[in-house]
């Protein structure tokens, strides 16, 4: 057998692998070191193949096609520092536990740490941030070896999205010449697979009795949602909150505020309301039962802390310790729906709780007072763009956020709804790299798609929008320029005047306008409030790139911030004073 | 003491450990938890401090710095994935030998592992692409870890810059509060620092005789030069090669094209003229020495595989194995510039030879037909370009090189001359990415800078350009835009039509203009070789950025390549013909 014939045969039967577990798409990047793979993926008919340039806006790409899809999706490029400039989206996958199969083509053996042009190690290139890796063998078309390397893929699949998902990493040898043979069509749909069958966690009946019976007797608890994407959990943790009668604090990114059910437990302004005092010392609760990620909020974080005396209780289903703040004293190894779910088959509905009376009442002041400010709010600012913008938004959206403030205005200014939005972000790492493409790649699942993002983070990612015109991609992009780093101005550096504005301030003075343009889109500047509104309900009827930019000024946003954090705090103390006449 | 007052006593210990062994600069990235050093490094009178949002981007400018200066760099970002965004110029750096202080703050010990935001593992990130890796201690003020902060930044700039030159990676916990003092002037300059005395290696003098005995009864002998970068490598190895009566392949990195020595022993249209099977099959060397890493040149590469017979001796002063044909019969591990000068002293000066008359005579043959190609080419193609800027650029003028196809046209088209041009490139991985970044650092030690790019390179690294902006850096730019992926038409997939455009010619069809406005540049396109030589002739009274486009077509590039082999071709069987009579 000829070496492509073998060649063709054992990529043939990795592909078929990876199928078969479920890849639909690829994301590829242009080599050569990689060509066998990349003619293959694109021969395949049940593949769709997204090209890229910039690897690392590739990963994030394909990082956004996992997150949106729920899929594992491919990630393939050719040898040397494009494999590196996966990296960073490598991590944020591992910790926001996103199914990514990174392969990389490499030299062979022979060709390594012998000073080979575009030769560098690649084993274990990206350390403990995969779940998994593997050294492909040499092609070769022995019975055995078509199997080991249908076998692999299909094992790389499970190891992406077993417990714990996130990315796997498969490194291929692969020799000259590098052309398979496409003719005949090299994949065979028939061929059997291997069934994998997961099991879920899940915490032993006599447990779940006893810490029903706990809960039983307590009024003043409360359930804290972070980041969570598990099926059903909305549906179950809401049902145990009602029968509980705890409030639920949820981040934006548990899906929690946006969803049928959430008007009846659901807080959402805690992050204003933690910075009372006077509730940080009297709402003291028993009881915590935390699921999901670290809550973007930091008064909430705080808040927590403060909590010395209180049974806090951290389910989560995967291996990792999420407990940043070291409040834990219950750590559940659960899945957490099945946790929810069982749990509240063994509560009694509690009748009216004067505690969770008192958190919604807290919760509708928080929000009237944000409202009231908002309208007294005329010149452009961060805050209200990102209010103006959720009370837009159609029914059925997604709105992907950017890192550092954007994150935080949508934590303090997405309320309660009905409209089924979905939040995004990429809260594994945090970082504000990758965002333009990530939220790309989520735009071919989820539709109508709004971006909101600083300028930084957009300048960052700026090749990102490459994706939108190549692959009439369709994103709107609210774009929160005050010209550099918005969130410095919230910490204590900003007391530095000397080097602030060099270090931190960062201002870049671009005129983001040519950019667009390059890349074909859309491009609106913001002048006030009307303009906002007119700008967002044009954008449901635009194809294509559609960038909105909101000029902000970074001390007029700190100022507006303070004002609201203030108000609220005098409505709510007034609130807690006339309760206790 | 206080938590400050020990936080900035540490690191100021540090930063002028890292000063006293040859920082001058560094290049940081905006952050929260690095801010204590990047208060430091802003406030320090010594150290020059490049700002650049792109973590990415900002390695490869530290990348070029260091490069075009000599001396070691630093870099300095927050924790996350901001430190995984320099990678790409982390390996970059390892493989070229350049020297680059990497330095990521980090999330203190209780915040790692915990679901932290913005927390990574960032111990041993770079996992085997550093030289060295060392988690710093906490800031504390103890004589003893002050005297240990300081060593330490000794030491790494000495791992950096001794045998083996290249990156180090320090991982600095840091505790908030994270604001230093910088009342008083936090540095003392007089303190005392340690001194590193380095040696060279050196050859035995036993073993040097008897290669000189050797060498002195070969005529038929090739020294080839790659890219080597050692002080007074030029002139030694042009000395050993008049001695020797032997030709000098030179690589355009090897520098030793555009010395005042080179006319006398230098052949640069070898790559040209080993397509010729008749000079592969007779014109076969007893003898090649070679010095530093693998040649650009791919017929070079062929034929070196092909001197089975050959003694073939591989020098080099670095640990790495430099040979990736598995040619070499010899492996000296010694100094370049002290085997060259040494073995001169003990070889006697041959008299002419008529084997380096014949590579002499060839070619000036190839290089004439090159010439005369060159006259009868109307349209714009990208050999020619490259042909016209060589002939262009002023004496003393820097070329950066893109990788892929620019840097085969300068190897093809960068002939002997004495303009003291240097040229550089990134020859470690030999990646697209970073190549704008890189040259914008390099362009502040050189000056003026020329870089030559493809349009996929350019796309790659965009975003660099920001740093011309920022801090008012002078670059002309020379954009070879063939709209995709050139090299690729010269490979085997080539003839893969189905798929060939969308995996490998990757189009963008993006219209760059509009970029290099976003970052207040100057652009033109070029529309005959008249414009071509007008730009460049221009560029140099311009400051800032300047963008001189060549609009060309993959097809007709590839289509004059092969006419001018050729035609070559067909010369030098001619003269090769004649000499036989």
Redesign the interface.
């Known amino acids: 057998m000829s070496h492509q014939e073998a060649l063709t045969k054992y990529l043939a039967a990795f592909i078929t692998g990876l199928v078969q577990a479920g890849i639909k798409d690829v994301v590829?990047s242009?080599g050569?070191r990689s060509?066998p793979l990349?003619?293959m993926f694109?021969?395949h008919r049940d593949v769709k193949?997204y090209?890229n340039?910039?690897?690392?806006s590739a990963a994030f790409f394909a990082l956004g096609l996992a997150k949106a899809s729920g899929n594992p999706v491919g990630l393939l490029c050719t040898s040397?520092?494009?494999a590196?400039?996966y990296?960073?989206a490598?991590?944020?996958a591992s910790?926001s536990g996103v199914p990514l199969i990174v392969m990389t083509a490499d030299r062979p053996h022979?060709?390594r740490?012998?000073?080979?042009?575009?030769?560098?190690?690649q084993l274990?290139?990206y350390?403990?941030?995969v779940k998994w890796f593997a050294e492909m063998a040499l092609p070769e078309s022995g019975a055995t070896q078509l199997r080991y390397a249908k076998t692999t893929a299909i094992r790389a699949v499970k190891e992406a999205i077993g417990h714990d998902k996130g990315p796997v990493h498969l490194n291929f040898p692969l020799r000259e010449?590098?052309?398979p043979l496409?003719d005949p069509y090299p994949f065979n749909d028939e061929e059997t697979t291997i069934i994998i069958e997961e099991s879920i966690l899940f915490l032993p009946y006599e447990k779940l009795k006893n810490l029903a019976e706990q809960f039983q007797g307590v009024e003043r608890g409360l359930i804290i949602c972070g980041k969570i994407e598990e099926d059903g959990f909305t549906e179950a943790v809401t049902t145990l909150a009602i029968k509980l009668g705890f409030p639920i604090l949820a981040d934006p990114l548990s899906q929690l505020r946006s969803s049928s059910m959430s008007s009846t437990t659901v807080i959402d302004s805690y992050d204003a309301i933690l910075r009372v005092n006077k509730v940080v010392d009297e709402l003291k609760p028993e009881v915590i039962i935390r699921f999901g990620?670290?809550p973007v909020s930091k008064s909430l974080s705080i808040f927590m802390k403060s909590l010395y005396d209180s049974e806090h209780i951290v389910v989560d289903s995967g291996s990792?310790?999420?407990?940043?703040n070291?409040v834990g004293t219950t750590m559940i190894h659960c899945n957490e729906t099945a946790f929810c779910t069982e749990l509240a088959i063994l509560i009694q509905e509690k009748k009216s709780s004067n505690w969770l009376s008192t958190w919604l009442a807290m919760d509708e002041i928080a929000k009237k007072t944000i409202s009231d400010h908002m309208q007294l709010t005329e010149e452009l600012e961060e805050g209200k763009a990102v209010y103006e913008l959720v009370n837009l938004l159609p029914v059925d959206s997604t709105v992907f956020v950017g890192n550092s403030m954007p994150i935080r205005d949508i934590d303090s200014f997405f309320h309660k709804n009905s409209k089924n939005i979905m939040v995004m972000a990429n809260?594994g790492?945090?970082?504000i790299?990758?965002v333009v493409s990530t939220a790309l790649g989520a735009s071919v699942y989820k539709r109508p798609l709004f971006l909101v993002i600083g300028d930084?983070s957009f300048?960052?990612d700026?090749?990102g929008l490459?994706m939108a015109?190549?692959h009439k991609l369709n994103i709107t992009v609210i774009l929160l320029n005050n010209d550099g780093?918005g969130?410095?101005s919230y910490?204590?550096?900003y007391?530095?005047p000397?080097?602030f504005e060099?270090?931190?301030g960062?201002p870049?003075?671009?005129?983001?306008e040519?950019?667009v343009?390059?890349?074909h889109g859309q491009y609106t500047k913001i002048l006030d409030w009307e303009g906002l509104k007119m700008a967002i309900l044009d954008s449901v009827s635009y194809e294509g790139l559609n960038v909105i930019e909101i000029p902000t000024d970074r001390e007029r946003n700190l100022t507006s911030h303070r004002e609201m954090w203030q108000k609220v705090s005098q409505e709510i103390n007034l609130f807690l004073q006339d309760a206790e006449k």
Chains 1, 2 share one sequence.
């Open positions: 590829i242009p050569s060509t990349a003619l694109s021969e193949v090209m340039v910039d690897e690392r040397g520092t494009a590196a400039n990296y960073p490598v991590i944020e910790l022979e060709l740490d012998v000073g080979a042009p575009q030769a560098i190690d274990h290139l350390g403990r941030h010449p590098l052309l496409l990620g670290a990792q310790w999420k407990d940043p070291y809260r790492a945090n970082g790299d990758g930084l300048f960052h700026l090749n490459l015109k190549l780093g969130i410095f910490l204590p550096q007391g530095e000397k080097h060099v270090l931190f960062t870049t003075g671009l005129n983001y040519h950019a343009q390059m890349y």
